[in-house]
């Protein structure tokens, strides 16, 4: 995986992490740099794993599958983190 691999994986887990508070209702309760890393981290991590199964050359489903995991995650840190507050 390369580093423009690698920067542009974080770069649309940032957007991912973004647009995740921008489309919960009633906000969110992690903090916004929370979000951001999450979102890098499940762009990131998604990538990664795409690259180490399938190999190089599959650059759209690396893409796909990060983006895919980073929403995942924010959305359930999220959802976790409301049921923790009402309780």
């Known amino acids: 995986m390369s580093f423009f691999s690698l920067l542009w994986l974080a770069a649309l887990g940032l957007g991912i992490g973004a647009l995740g508070r921008a489309v919960v209702k009633n906000g969110t309760p992690m903090a916004t740099w929370m979000t951001a890393v999450v979102g890098i981290v499940g762009a990131v991590g998604g990538g990664a794993v795409i690259h180490a199964i399938l190999g190089e050359g599959h650059d759209l489903v690396a893409t796909v599958l990060g983006v895919a995991l980073a929403a995942l995650l924010v ?13």
């Not at 959305?75 to 309780?87: M, V």
């Open 75 to 87: 959305a359930a840190i999220t959802s976790w983190q409301r049921t923790r507050e009402q309780t």
